[in-house]
């Protein structure tokens, strides 16, 4: 499965998550499987039920003026931000001031861009795609809800959004999980041994 390194992804300082304004963000290519119209649907829903939400998209695809339309129909243009492609350090500097992570694939394996998320000690809502739950264990390092499901994503969005002690939780219970089960220099020490046994050393 993919690694991160925990150390290149650190919280926030200042332990607890401010009230008020929660700002979402979410990464990878803008292409068809990773099925953001689900994620900004959601941000609308979650909005019309008194939720104050922004969302950020890192990434850059083909999908990027379906997406601008689509954020234009919904009203949504003072809330979500398409940001493009950026330098790592700066995805790095964003998951930092973010409040969560919002993944919608309708396909993945396990994203690092979740990862990623979770090292830095975000909440994160992700859809139930592929291999996502044996990285985010529902209720424990995030919330995991059904693809496509623009409603139970935005239960997830106004749940997360109403109770920043839920968001702390879940986000330090993330960065755990990573460093306990995904860290890189464990997995480079795995495929080493596995090379070494293999070559009869």
Known sequence: HPAVDPDRFQPRPGAERRPGSVRAIGGGSLIWRKDYETALGAVR????RGADITLDL???GPAR???????????LSGRV??????????????????????????S????????????????????????????????????VVPVRGVDTTADALVQVAADPDLRARLGASARRRVASDFRLDQQVAAFADLLHEAAGR
């Open 108 to 143: 993945e394996g396990i994203s690092n861009a979740v990862l990623e998320a979770m090292a830095t000690g975000l909440a994160v809502v992700t859809t139930d795609a592929g291999g996502m739950r044996e990285a985010v264990r529902d209720g424990v390092d995030g919330l």
């Open 45 to 48: 829903k979650a909005l019309d």
């Open 65 to 75: 003026t379906q997406l601008l339309y689509a954020i234009d129909d919904l009203g």
């Open 81 to 106: 931000r398409l940001l493009g492609k950026l330098p790592a350090a700066e995805v790095a500097r964003r998951l930092r001031e973010a409040d969560v992570f919002v993944h919608t694939s309708s």
């Open 58 to 60: 890192v990434g850059a």
